[in-house]
């Protein structure tokens, strides 16, 4: 054979094909990955989008103070209910007042709390996948049912749980007259330390969504958060009364296994 026609016999072979293991074929990526708002933005059109809603927030957060404002004094006499009729003193000019724009600042967050999350999602959502989107409307939800869940219980249970606890220990003692302004703060501080805390199963939900920890680990640890629910009720309730912190811890340790069979629901 002569030297042109190898050539010929070389350049009629097949072309060389690329190593490719059990023949794989090429997967497409997953649509719920994708960024359906993605849009390139600067540095500075960021910040100006971030300045824009925490505007739209603040006016938001003030007009719910103003308008709770308005109606204080039927939120006052709610808010008053589970004194079960102990007089209240004003003890310096203008007391009530102050206890007024108090009452009306706090209404006013809870009032304007989802408009101001309705801010913040519209903030991050064009840099959030379909899958992450997926994720935030119920952890959204979930939150703001237990926040309310948290006041609910603290109306109904903690705060005249507290109070008859005090009532019972100087009855025949002394004559049930509260200042106005320290019942108030009292009352504030238990109803949003409350709703707070009945955000544990949602920081769970987040922490078994990212990786972070497993239900097998959040029930490993279960003697540490027995020992965190006892400081929690010791810290976050404003009466020292053993009944409250008690009742505080309990629902601190319900919320979290009930966390933690929400976790292992979600296969995490």
Known sequence: MTPSSDLETVTQQDPPQ????????????????????????SIFDHLEELRMRIFYSLIGVVSGMVG????VKPIVHLLEVPA???KFLQLAPGEFFFVSVK???????VVASPFVLY??????LPGLSLRERRIIGPIVLGSTLLFGVGLVFAYIALIPAALNFFVSYGAGVVEQMWSIDRYFEFVLLLLFSTGLAFQIPVIQALLGLLGVVSSTKMLAGWRYVVLGA??????LTPSTDPLTQSLFAGAVLTLYFGGVGLVKAMGK
């Open 18 to 41: 690329l190593y490719n293991p059990g023949n794989l074929q090429p997967t497409e990526d997953d649509p719920l990955n994708h960024f359906p708002d993605e849009v390139e933005m």
């Open 103 to 109: 009452v009306a600042g706090y209404s006013g967050l």
């Open 84 to 86: 079960q009729g102990a």
């Open 68 to 71: 709770c404002f308005i109606f």
């Open 119 to 124: 801010q913040i999602i519209q903030f991050v």
């Open 230 to 235: 006892a400081i929690l009720g010791a810290i």
